[in-house]
């Protein structure tokens, strides 16, 4: 059973960092583009960042370049988020999600599997 689990939110000020971590279990982790998603209250769903099965093309939602950063570590089977700079609007509930054979697309579609969610607060 493929499972995705995520770790890391909590609440920070602004300005603040943090580490989210998505550990999955259940597939060959190393042939899944993984992404991040986030989503607020009576929002859709937005990509924030992933990482392609082959580590090396990672892409990034405008407003977080240059203050996050996807990661993986394949002997972990775990990508991670890594946030700094961070302000209120980045406030919402984070996703992963797996993508086999993928490059990290930004479309939602593209996605088999799919976290939990973590949230994560930042105040101003």
């Known amino acids: 059973q493929v499972q995705l689990v995520e770790s890391g939110g909590g609440s920070v000020q602004s300005g603040g960092s943090l580490r989210l971590s998505c550990a999955a279990y259940?597939?060959?982790?190393?042939?899944?583009?993984i992404a991040w998603f986030r989503q607020c209250p009576g929002k859709e769903r937005e990509f924030v960042g992933s990482i392609a099965s082959s580590s090396v093309i990672t892409r990034y939602l405008e407003s977080v370049k240059g203050r996050f950063t996807v990661s993986r570590d394949n002997a972990k089977n775990t990508v991670y988020l890594d946030m700094s700079d961070l302000k209120p609007e980045d406030t919402a509930v984070y996703y992963c999600a797996a993508d086999e054979y993928g490059t990290g697309s930004s479309g939602r579609h593209w996605y088999e599997y799919w976290g939990q969610g973590t949230q994560v607060t930042v105040s101003a």
């Open positions: 259940g597939l060959t982790f190393s042939s899944y583009a």
